[in-house]
């Protein structure tokens, strides 16, 4: 009886042993990202105006792929600095940023989430919309359902997806819907935008509410549907500089950088509409 | 009777049981002592802060809603099922682990387990390309019988065995290593087929630690998340469970969060305080 009770402890204790390993590993490495950014610190107290040091940027999940374009070209526009991002949920970014995480800049998807910052006096600039999202209807590669409008998504039969209505693109998804007067069931309300554009991309569902950049991020995987009463839900991305920010020169830089020409061209290449 | 003699007296040489009294005289040495209490304090630091920051006054009302208690009841449903699904599996499972020898039993038994500390979120997305309705078993499922399980309370449950049923084979499969093998033998050679005296004899004998399993994968299934949203996906009242409500509540509602949190809190405590006689005895 012991004995094997034993093993199965020891077992469970093995397991306990490994998955606090594991915190610990992502810890050193959730840490390690940050850390640069108090050199950055050194190089800012030095008053010289030229840009150095670490950049850590909190942005939406949306924009991923065109900030990391912009942070690639930052880098090499301003030889010293590294940019350093933290892509996520607005409201968790948000209140990671409320609660003290080191961060410059902060970039949300609707000004409901940059609120929380400014709320708290977080920021030290005030907020600048620098670019708008539209939502579109994502399904799947070669339109099988033949969906033209969002008043196909309600046919029956048809598994769709939505964003939660706590997130903004399920609030957008909802402003969309109401202002057409449609009645949507979906199958899942999902927790992000991604997951929403996943479960298209695995074919577990025929059609998905989700931004027109995640469409196109998303390459061939899914089709993208246009639909006009997606111009009565679109979001608003502000962006601005945070009052604790350890590296406040390169954050100004890197926020005039996004809000150039030139940060524009690669937005709205992304699929981004202009303010 | 002369059995459970020499079961005592193994146990005893085993945790030095006669010796406990004088061990324990001394005081307990301050380096095994603070730690101790910080490991205490850690674990239940946070339990305290949800109780701290509850939001008493308007938890009567946030605990009314339709949401709350139709969240509830699928949790409580969901994780039921998904126990009795591990029950049904897991325990001759359990039983082929322990009392069988086939080559590469080391290799399944580290399968088995491999749920326990695989992420569920990649459990979800596992479960996703194998029994999804473009997956590798259900595509065939959708096309034969069209059942699809993502996205339907039968996929809340999939979900929660996959991760919970491992809890239980572990404690069962303890259990019967641990139990005489020459029970079931005296019932085979009295002319019980294997099965019967499986039935009969087995069954009987490792009960506390089914029992035990079972509790475990409860409580695993009713906190189950990440496999959940990424499985069965967010649907109020169909595959919406606390953990999940929890969750999206975070993000706009903290206050609803919290008190859904106390809803899962008082739940869990009750399981395992109402419990705990079998439990002891199973450990």
Request: aromatic share 6%; glycine share 8%; charged share 15%.
């Amino acid at each position: 009886m012991t004995r094997s009770a034993r093993r199965t402890r020891r077992t469970l204790l093995a397991a306990g042993a490994g998955a606090a390993a594991l915190l610990a590993l992502s810890a050193c490495s959730s840490s390690s990202g940050s850390s640069g950014s108090g050199s950055g610190t050194k190089a800012d107290s030095s008053a010289s105006a030229k840009p150095s040091g670490t950049v850590t940027v909190f942005a939406a999940a949306s924009l991923k792929e065109s900030f990391t374009t912009l942070g690639k070209q930052f880098e090499k526009e301003h030889p010293g600095t590294k940019v350093s991002f933290n892509f996520g949920g607005s409201d968790i970014l948000a209140a990671s940023i409320t609660g003290g995480a080191p961060a410059d800049v902060f970039a949300a998807a609707s000004p409901k989430t940059m609120a929380i910052v400014t709320d708290k006096k977080d920021t030290a600039t005030s907020p600048v919309t620098f670019v708008r999202n539209q939502l579109e209807i994502a399904t799947l590669p070669g339109n099988p359902d033949k969906v033209s409008s969002l008043k196909d998504l309600t046919k029956s039969g048809l598994k769709v997806v939505l964003c939660d209505k706590t997130v903004p693109c399920g609030a957008a998804a909802q402003k969309a819907l109401a202002t057409s007067g449609l009645k949507l069931t979906p199958v899942s309300y999902e927790q992000d935008v991604k997951s929403a554009l996943t479960k298209v991309e695995l074919k577990e569902a025929d059609a998905a509410v989700v931004y027109r950049t995640d469409v196109r991020a998303a390459g061939d995987k899914v089709q993208g549907v246009q639909f006009p009463e997606s111009a009565e839900a679109v979001n608003d991305y502000p962006i601005a500089l945070l009052k604790d920010a350890p590296n406040a020169e390169a954050a100004k830089a890197f926020i005039a950088l996004v809000t150039s020409a030139e940060g524009r061209k690669v937005l709205t290449e992304a699929g981004f509409l202009q303010p | 009777m002369t059995r459970i003699d020499a079961s005592d007296a193994a146990a005893d040489t085993l945790v030095g049981g006669p010796r406990r009294g004088r061990v324990r005289r001394p005081g307990v040495p301050l380096p095994l002592l603070l730690p101790a209490l910080v490991g205490l304090a850690f674990l239940l630091l946070p339990l305290v802060a949800l109780l701290v920051r509850a939001p008493w006054h308007t938890l009567p009302d946030q605990l009314t809603s339709a949401e709350v208690w139709q969240a509830l009841r699928l949790s409580l449903v969901s994780a039921t099922a998904a126990t009795a699904v591990s029950l049904v599996l897991g325990v001759p499972l359990a039983w082929l682990l322990a009392r069988t020898d086939f080559p590469g039993r080391g290799f399944v038994r580290a399968l088995v387990t491999l749920p326990l500390v695989l992420p569920p979120v990649v459990g979800g997305v596992a479960l996703l390309l194998a029994l999804g309705r473009n997956g590798v078993v259900g595509r065939w499922l959708d096309s034969w019988f069209g059942i699809t399980l993502p996205f339907t309370t039968a996929g809340v449950v999939v979900a929660e065995a996959f991760v919970a049923m491992p809890f239980l084979v572990i404690s069962v499969e303890g259990t019967l290593r641990a139990a005489d093998p020459r029970y079931e033998e005296a019932a085979t050679t009295l002319g019980a087929s294997r099965f019967t005296a499986f039935r009969r004899v087995t069954l009987p004998l490792i009960a506390p630690g089914v029992a035990a399993g079972a509790v475990l994968a409860w409580a695993r299934a009713l906190g189950e998340f990440g496999a959940t949203i990424t499985f069965a996906g967010n649907f109020p009242g169909r595959t919406q469970t606390m953990p999940l409500a929890v969750y999206l509540a975070l993000q706009n509602d903290p206050a609803a969060a919290i008190a859904l949190s106390l809803v899962l809190l008082a739940v869990s405590i009750a399981v395992l305080a109402g419990l705990r006689d079998r439990w002891m005895t199973a450990s």
